[in-house]
């Protein structure tokens, strides 16, 4: 797997490659670092696919945030941010079993982000029906100005649907009782909120709080941080400015701005200047404008103090000669090209231009 470069050696965060390790099933003390081993914290990539298209096996946008302490590998408290498509495979390659994710938090209802939860959730109902209910957080109900509601709650009710539908529920509750009846959305306990422009606490576990903002994208968009006593981490999602189209300051949102103030690590969507409408690539403006550019986003960790700024879920993909239909002027980007565009505003930190499984662990050791 991927070692992590482009880091400045000042740096405090430990940059690293993933190392495939096993965490026991031992139930750990949600959130408490134990007595004399020191907290740390763990942000792995687990998918940096950018939007609905398919290359090279990327995996959809997902980030897992790990907490714990050294003699535990960070594994007390298992986070999930957004899980597009193989997110359940990506868990087996860091060797983490779905059966171990505590929560799962959703930053909008577009499927590149939520499509992997029916597999993991299928997996986790068909093995360990009988165990611990994983929380959704996610933005309650919210309405477009076109009329249409975007629901996290009905997508979690309905997601073993198909499965009901076909049949495959009963089929296998006649041969395991023990399973829930209702399928997997009997094992999702759903908590939402409203999004507003102030942070908000929305999941807490011992040393570790989850706040929320409102951020622009779709209706119901939300940027989460992540605060423990190894470090801190904000997961922006695909958040955009508040004003949808230039002239405007930047593309990248206010309020994930305040959220990242003093942060370690930011996590952010990105969109290479390169798809804009003033080249040629036909992709639609009011998509790129909805997304934070990765020269902003450099700008933004600049003002708001980040140590670390992980660029995932990128428009268009490394190495990619197309982003869906849509060709890149100038032909596939590399590394240095995001990178380059995120140093453009002077950002000084790291900065690490996001592939599948791509980790940073606090504190540096
Ligand atoms: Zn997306």
Request: glycine share 12%; net charge neutral; charged share 15%.
């Amino acid at each position: 797997m991927r070692q992590v470069k482009s880091c400045t050696p000042s740096a405090r965060a430990r940059l690293e490659g993933v190392t495939t390790a096993t965490f026991g099933m031992a139930a750990f003390l949600f959130g408490a670092a134990e007595a004399g081993a020191a907290p740390c914290l763990s942000v792995t990539l687990t998918g940096t696919q950018g939007g609905p298209p398919v290359f090279q096996g990327q995996a959809g946008a997902g980030t897992l945030v790990r907490y714990g302490n050294d003699d535990n590998q960070c594994g007390s408290v298992f986070l999930q941010f957004d899980t597009g498509r193989g997110t359940t495979q990506q868990l087996s390659k860091l060797g983490v079993p779905v059966g171990r994710i505590n929560a799962v938090f959703f930053t909008h209802m577009h499927s590149d982000h939520t499509e992997g939860l029916a597999d993991m959730m299928q997996l986790r109902w068909h093995f360990r029906s009988q165990g611990p209910k994983v929380d959704l957080v996610c933005s309650g109900d919210a309405k477009s100005p076109f009329g249409h509601i975007l629901s996290c709650d009905k997508y979690a009710r309905h997601i073993g649907d198909p499965l009901l539908q076909s049949g495959e529920i009963a089929q296998r509750l006649a041969e395991n009782k023990k399973r829930l009846s209702g399928g997997p959305a009997n094992l999702l306990n759903v908590t939402t909120f409203d999004p507003a422009e102030a942070a908000q606490v929305v999941w807490s576990s011992g040393d570790v709080t989850v706040s929320a903002i409102r951020s622009r994208h779709i209706p119901g968009h939300a940027s989460y941080r992540v605060d423990t006593p190894a470090g801190s981490v904000v997961i922006g999602g695909d958040a955009g400015n508040d004003n949808p189209k230039p002239p405007r300051a930047a593309s990248t949102s206010d309020q994930v701005e305040t959220l990242s103030n003093g942060a370690d690590i930011l996590v952010h969507s990105t969109i290479h200047p390169v798809m804009g409408p003033d080249r040629d690539s036909g992709f639609p403006p009011p998509i790129f404008y909805r997304q934070s550019t990765a020269s902003d986003l450099g700008a933004l960790a600049a003002r708001a103090g980040v140590k670390t700024l992980m660029l995932t879920h990128l428009i268009p993909p490394m190495g990619a000669a197309k982003q869906g239909p849509y060709p890149i002027p100038g032909g596939a980007l590399k590394e240095q090209d995001y990178e380059s565009a995120a140093r453009d505003s002077g950002y000084a930190g790291n900065v690490v231009v996001g592939t599948d499984l791509a980790t940073v662990t606090l504190p540096e050791r």
